[in-house]
């Protein structure tokens, strides 16, 4: 059932809060060295999603796995550790320590784990990689947003992860740092990262997703090429709303 | 039969003083570990009036609870409001709130001994035997609890029909929100704090009409207070007034049937199983 | 980088070394000053060890102190006094092991309760026990003099002094500053959150534990309410807070002067040292929040500025 050379596998996924179910029989695959974009409407449930898969929250029902291996009862930390890695919708760095030293948390207890001048060195290749190696030793409260952004996709990167959760990386930058972001996303596709994108960007998932799935509701209502689901009439209806609503 | 009267009767007084600190910790996320100080020292205005006017305890408490109102506002005004502002995590106010609180326990059991000295106080206000359901009961006991159930009666009507209590609630749900819908979080947010105080203070009135008590023995009520507001659920009253029933028959239960001396050991035990299997409270909602 | 860490670990060792020879010169006053200010460094250190970086405030020290007291108490007329150490030390982390693993999954509040409330626990069941046998005291009679204790005492501390280093060098010092500043970046980095907390956990309780076992003889008579003061765990976060926990010599620094400042006090007003200590609670929340370690690096900072502008 599962695509063989699939990354990531939701199967019957469904997550409620009390009476609400944020999360339907969701199920779709990620195959390696793929971009998927998670779009829908606000509040349809794909936040709540990747906070399953990476294990904020466990799944009422259904699976999730990586290469066959389940995931979904398992604690945050060991999701982490087999290589799901994320960034959070509100950046979170850790104020009280440098910049480098927010990227080898990533280095250290990742799915590599390094520790000594090889976690030091790894940290500053991604550091280097997102374009922030003379920050190193700045803290988080001297940075410019888009630039705490890039402090938490290195931290990401540097647990080497099987796949990466970006979720809403690209919200509430100005236009010349949303090209950038965009490069930076675009450089790591060409590495051939496999990578979830949560996003409400449209030209960001156009021009970087191989595929999308769309939510509404917490259902999955449409999966495709981001051209074929953008024009799909459903999920036009989905983000702008019935006529009679 | 009897142990079980008992033990709802202190019970009774318990959900007082855990009612007083959940408002202030349940609705204004203070966790104030001074609490059982204000306890001691409603219980010594009690003793005091008593042995020097001869005015009953009853009454005193009328005074006491202006007192302690004003006082805890003050408190919170001028001590750990400037804390909430401060604070950049929820995790940081937490541990100021419990130093401060503390560092205002040690300095009112100071004052306490420099004033009063170390010794216990108690006094023998309506000592007379009743009999109720084939048992006798100390009458002094029997109004104690009679007080606590008016008491917790009023703060419950109040807070779930007033227009100030549904206030205060909604704070304690959602701070951030009840700010946008129009409500006064500074004020409402040191009205409970200082209305919890001054119910604590009344509870320690009553406590004493039939408690031995001393300059250092609030911290055992403090313990027992946070156990039962952590037991029956942060911010939720009627949870708070359960566990402290509960608390006052396993307390009344063990003292009679094991030894006295470990009634702090079992509500312990009880605590501890709580926080293993039920750490969000009897009828708190899980989280996860 | 590598030549501080060891000019770091070289002065140390001379400061031991120094305040070792305190027995030779020092009167018997200076030396049971000596003796209070080595337990409390050993405690407030070891406190700090994982207070600092996870801002648990722990008050169980009383509880492990009492426990290791009682292992000296009730062991030392069946076992060699240098076995017991060990033994306390691992009483110790076991009961700080379990005491972490029913709370430290949960928040700051929750921990301060129980362990608030552990010594008293302890103590509770001690004395229905004692009751039972129809004893009331243990007497240790040893031939261990107080100069013994000091040099224990302070190789107690050169100990922790050297663990708290390496922990703060280790992988697992690392995980506890990420969890410090944030629990949930930790978890999602791939950190056993409770597990490294409930380990670090076990150091302060095997510390505090030992402690309690040297210092055993030096009462000669144990009972639960000398061996569980609670006055004492109060007493080892005033002092660890005021000198600071951001750095491993912090405590040390409000260890020296709040232990003179209580001496003087309880010499003088003895009912007023409840009252000091509340003071002091209130003096680190609204002045000292970062303790004397916090002051003295902002004074540092300050004059390195005006440096920069003459």
Redesign the interface.
């Known amino acids: 059932m599962r695509a063989p050379n699939a990354v990531l596998s939701l199967r019957g996924v469904t997550r409620r809060f009390g009476g609400l179910v944020a999360v339907n029989d969701m199920s779709f695959d990620v195959t390696e060295h793929e971009v998927m974009g998670l779009i829908g409407p606000n509040g349809s449930g794909k936040s709540t999603t990747l906070n399953l898969i990476?294990?904020?929250?466990?799944p009422n029902a259904g699976t999730i796995s990586l290469r066959g291996t389940p995931l979904s009862q398992l604690?945050?930390?060991?999701i982490?550790?087999k290589g799901v890695?994320?960034t959070?919708q509100l950046v979170?760095?850790?104020?009280?320590?440098t910049v480098l030293?927010n990227v080898?948390?990533?280095a250290?207890?990742?799915?590599r784990?390094r520790?000594g001048s090889e976690a030091d060195d790894h940290a500053m290749a991604m550091l280097e990689k997102v374009g922030l190696g003379r920050h190193a030793f700045a803290v988080p409260s001297q940075l410019t947003y888009i630039d705490t952004k890039r402090v938490e996709l290195a931290?990401v990167l540097a647990?080497d992860p099987k796949i990466l959760l970006l979720d809403e990386w690209l919200a509430g930058l100005n236009p010349t740092e949303l090209g950038q972001g965009i490069d930076l996303i675009r450089a790591l596709r060409e590495e051939g990262r496999t990578i979830i994108l949560v996003e409400h960007v449209m030209d960001a998932i156009r021009s970087l997703c191989d595929a999308c799935v769309v939510m509404a509701s917490g259902t999955k209502i449409a999966e495709g090429t981001p051209e074929a689901v953008l024009s799909d009439p459903e999920v036009i209806r989905a983000y702008l709303g019935d006529d009679d609503a | 039969m009897d142990i079980l009267i008992t033990g709802l009767l202190l019970g009774g007084t318990y959900a007082l003083i855990a009612v007083g600190l959940n408002l202030q910790y349940g609705m204004v996320r203070i966790m104030n570990l001074a609490n059982g100080e204000l306890i001691v020292i409603g219980g010594f205005a009690a003793f005091w009036f008593q042995t020097a006017a001869s005015v009953s305890p009853l009454l005193t408490v009328f005074l006491v609870a202006p007192v302690a109102f004003a006082l805890n506002w003050l408190i919170y005004t001028v001590m750990l409001r400037p804390l909430v502002k401060r604070a950049k995590s929820r995790g940081q106010l937490e541990v100021d709130a419990i130093l401060t609180t503390f560092g205002l326990s040690f300095v009112a059991v100071g004052v306490m001994l420099a004033v009063f000295g170390g010794d216990y106080f108690s006094y023998s206000y309506l000592a007379r035997p009743v009999e109720l359901l084939g048992a006798t009961f100390g009458l002094n006991r029997i109004m104690a609890f009679l007080g606590a159930v008016v008491i917790c009666g009023a703060l419950y009507l109040w807070l779930n029909h007033s227009r100030p209590g549904l206030s205060i609630r909604a704070i304690a749900v959602a701070p951030q929100s009840a700010r946008l819908v129009g409500i006064d979080v500074q004020k409402l947010s040191a009205l409970a704090f200082a209305l919890g105080g001054a119910v604590t203070a009344v509870g320690g009135g009553l406590i004493s009409m039939f408690l031995t008590l001393d300059a250092s023995t609030g911290v055992m009520f403090t313990l027992k207070a946070l156990i039962i507001v952590i037991m029956g659920g942060v911010g939720d009253m009627r949870g708070t007034i359960v566990a402290a029933l509960a608390l006052g028959v396993l307390e009344s239960f063990v003292a009679s049937v094991l030894d006295p001396g470990l009634t702090l050991a079992a509500a312990y035990l009880l605590f501890l199983l709580v926080l293993l299997f039920r750490p969000q409270g009897l009828f708190g909602r899980g989280q996860a | 980088m590598k030549r501080d860490a060891w000019q770091d670990l070289a002065l140390g060792a001379v400061l031991l070394a120094v305040a070792a020879c305190l027995p030779w010169f020092g009167g018997s006053y200076w030396l049971s000053i000596g003796v209070t200010i080595a337990m409390y460094t050993v405690l407030a250190t070891s406190w700090a060890l994982f207070s600092g970086p996870t801002h648990y405030i722990s008050l169980a020290t009383t509880a492990f102190f009492g426990i290791g007291t009682y292992t000296t108490g009730l062991g030392i007329d069946h076992l060699p006094y240098w076995v017991l150490l060990p033994i306390a030390g691992v009483l110790g982390a076991v009961l700080a092991g379990l005491v972490g693993l029913a709370t430290l999954r949960l928040s700051g509040v929750y921990f301060v309760i129980f362990t608030l409330g552990l010594a008293e626990l302890v103590r509770q069941i001690i004395t229905w026990v004692q009751n039972f046998s129809g004893q009331k005291g243990l007497y240790v009679l040893t031939d261990i003099t107080e100069a013994d204790i000091y040099w224990q005492l302070l190789g107690l501390a050169g100990i922790v002094f050297l663990g708290g280093w390496a922990i703060g060098r280790s992988r697992l010092g690392f995980a506890l500053r990420i969890i410090g500043d944030d629990e949930t970046v930790a978890r999602h980095s791939g950190i056993n959150t409770a597990r490294a907390k409930v380990i670090l956990f076990m150091v302060p309780g095997a510390v505090a534990a030992i402690a309690g076992a040297i210092l055993a003889p030096r009462y000669v008579y144990i009972e639960p309410l000398l061996a569980f003061t609670p006055m004492l765990s109060f007493q080892v976060v005033i002092m660890a807070l005021l000198g600071g926990t951001g750095r491993l010599w912090g405590p040390l620094v409000g260890v020296i002067p709040f232990t003179f400042l209580w001496e003087a006090i309880s010499a003088s007003f003895p009912n007023q040292t409840t009252l000091l200590l509340g003071l002091c609670f209130l003096l680190i929340v609204y002045l000292l929040p970062k303790g004397f370690v916090g002051l003295i690096e902002s004074v540092r900072r300050w004059a390195k500025s005006r440096e920069g502008y003459a």
């Open positions: 990476s294990g904020a929250l466990a604690p945050a930390q060991d982490a550790r890695a994320r959070f979170r760095l850790l104020p009280s320590m030293d080898k948390a990533g250290v207890f990742g799915h784990r520790w931290r647990s």
